[in-house]
């Protein structure tokens, strides 16, 4: 089976307990939750049976622990993540607001996740690797990008494919070179994940059509539309498939993006119809939003299966 590798912020989260909490004052946390996009998507694939390993940087810390332990018990490869004395492992805190959008503190780019580089780890996971699945939020500093295009060029030098999901994050997204990172990713990449608004960041189109259309013509091999409690919708150059999402009672949307789009890339790369990665996509998005925490909705392939023919919550 084809390999997949991903590269950039292992994290934990920590959320707010109420609605509308601020962080200006105290008030009751849940977590740590191990995070970080990349790690999602990561862990996600590896629960679905894809060989699937990360690449980034841990402090030497309970932290750092708890995602390299959650990583490696959802069965993926943990060989690239360097562990940092000194450093402390990634944090980001959330709190829902009211209207259901998230307020994000994050500890990224002076964290452990900061030193990430391409080691002799990170060069031997790639040379095992088939396929590179970028996130936009990896694109965080200078040294996050030069790890993700050379990961790119790793793969693709061997005849590789690559995803790229834009995953917006302004509050971490501060790089000079960013903007210009995130055009050379999408011009390599075979599978593009926007979800939302993401898509006009990267077409001159005002509508969904227009801007499919134009960014086809680019080369890409296909686009995948995430459109939350909507599902998604699939466009290649030889058509579109819709998929309805599954009835679900969402407690934390954090994850599902992610969840969602290894979901898709694994099924792809094992030469599924479109109509069925989405569905299994579909299925890994809604229950990632049945848990509190971006990780605790992940499941194996014969939950995600049960789920799908029962329409029931995995437990
Ligand atoms: P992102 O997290 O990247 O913003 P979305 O919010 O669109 O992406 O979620 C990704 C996918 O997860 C959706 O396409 C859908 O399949 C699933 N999903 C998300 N929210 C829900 C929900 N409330 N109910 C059911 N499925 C959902």
Redesign the pocket.
């Known amino acids: 089976m084809k390999k997949l590798v991903s590269a950039g912020e292992i994290l934990v989260e920590i959320m707010a307990e109420r609605i509308g909490q601020s962080f200006l004052e105290p008030g009751p946390l849940l977590g740590p939750y191990p995070s970080g996009a990349p790690a999602i998507f990561i862990g996600q694939a590896a629960a679905l049976g894809q060989p699937a390993g990360l690449i980034g940087a841990v402090g030497d810390d309970d932290f750092g622990r708890l995602n390299i332990e959650r990583l490696r018990a959802l069965g993926a490869d943990v060989s690239a993540i360097a562990v940092h004395e000194g450093h402390a492992t990634g944090t980001a805190f959330v709190t829902y607001r009211a209207d259901a959008s998230r307020h994000f503190v994050f500890n990224i780019r002076n964290s452990a996740s900061g030193l990430i580089e391409t080691d002799a780890a990170a060069t031997k996971l790639l040379a095992g690797g088939d396929h590179v699945h970028v996130m936009g939020s990896s694109l965080f500093s200078d040294r996050a990008i030069a790890v993700a295009l050379s990961a790119i060029e790793a793969v693709k030098a061997k005849g590789g494919t690559v995803s790229f999901?834009p995953?917006i994050r302004r509050e971490i997204m501060q790089a000079p070179g960013m903007r210009a990172a995130l055009d050379r990713v999408l011009s390599q990449a075979d599978i593009f994940l926007p979800?939302?608004e993401e898509l006009f960041l990267f077409s001159s189109a005002k509508d969904e059509k227009g801007a499919v259309e134009e960014l086809l013509a680019r080369g890409l091999s296909c686009i995948v539309l995430?459109?939350?409690?909507?599902?998604?919708a699939y466009h290649d150059r030889h058509g579109a498939v819709a998929s309805s999402?599954?009835?679900?009672d969402?407690v934390d949307?954090?994850?599902?993006?992610?969840?969602?789009?290894a979901a898709f890339v694994s099924f792809w790369l094992r030469g599924a119809a479109p109509a069925e990665a989405l569905r299994i996509?579909?299925a890994?998005?809604?229950l990632?939003?049945t848990r509190k925490g971006p990780m605790e909705g992940i499941f194996p392939l014969a939950a995600v299966e049960a789920f799908i023919a029962t329409g029931k919550n995995a437990q």
């Open positions: 999901d995953n979800s939302g995430k459109k939350g409690a909507a599902g998604a999402a599954f009835a679900v969402e949307p954090t994850g599902a993006g992610d969840c969602f789009g996509a579909n890994c998005g809604a990632a939003v």
